[in-house]
């Protein structure tokens, strides 16, 4: 082979050594924000995923507090508890307020700048509670259902029209 066609092969390796080192960049530049590092949108939607998946779990919660300390009352036996929910967790932003002679003015805190602007959350607050029904083997007595309603009403901070205690059937 002549040193002349060796340094034709020679360019034309190192050419496309470039050209597939080049484009090899450009897909890194392209989808390697994907791997590894995360700049705390993922993390935030799937936050708020989780919040909202977790409604259930907190409910589900609840009714099992609620039943192993309804079951300590005398009287009470064998305790099966619901607890209702209205709505979902909220979040809750922090506020600045501004009064002028034309008025009050509020508005919500951002940080950052640009496209990376965000809402400042103080607290995520849990699901209302909209109603605890719970069934009873002594829920046919009076004594032992105003026991309970009290002792649950004052545990979840829930006005005592809000739960009902019922006698089971067995």
């Not at 034309?12 to 450009?26: A, E, N, P």
């Not at 708020?48 to 300390?69: F, I, K, P, Q």
Request: hydrophobic share 40%.
């Amino acid at each position: 082979m002549s040193e002349k066609s060796k340094y034709k092969e020679n360019k034309w390796q190192k050419f496309i050594f470039v050209v597939l080192g080049g484009g090899l960049g450009i897909i890194l530049l392209i989808f390697g924000g994907g791997f590894g590092s995360s700049d705390g949108k993922e993390t935030e939607s799937a936050g708020v995923a989780d919040v909202s998946v977790s409604a259930d779990a907190y409910a589900d919660m609840l009714e099992s507090r609620v039943s192993a300390l309804c079951a300590q009352v005398k009287g009470a036996g064998r305790v099966t508890v619901f607890v209702s929910l209205r709505g979902g967790y909220r979040t809750v932003y922090a506020m600045d307020s501004q009064s002028s002679t034309s008025g009050y003015k509020s508005e919500i805190v951002m940080s950052g700048s640009g496209s990376d602007k965000r809402a400042v959350v103080t607290a995520y607050e849990n699901p209302e509670i909209a109603g605890v029904g719970i069934v009873c083997e002594g829920g046919g007595s009076a004594s032992v259902r105003q026991e309970i309603i009290s002792l649950v009403s004052a545990a979840l901070d829930v006005s005592t029209n809000k739960i009902f205690v019922a006698q089971s059937q067995s």
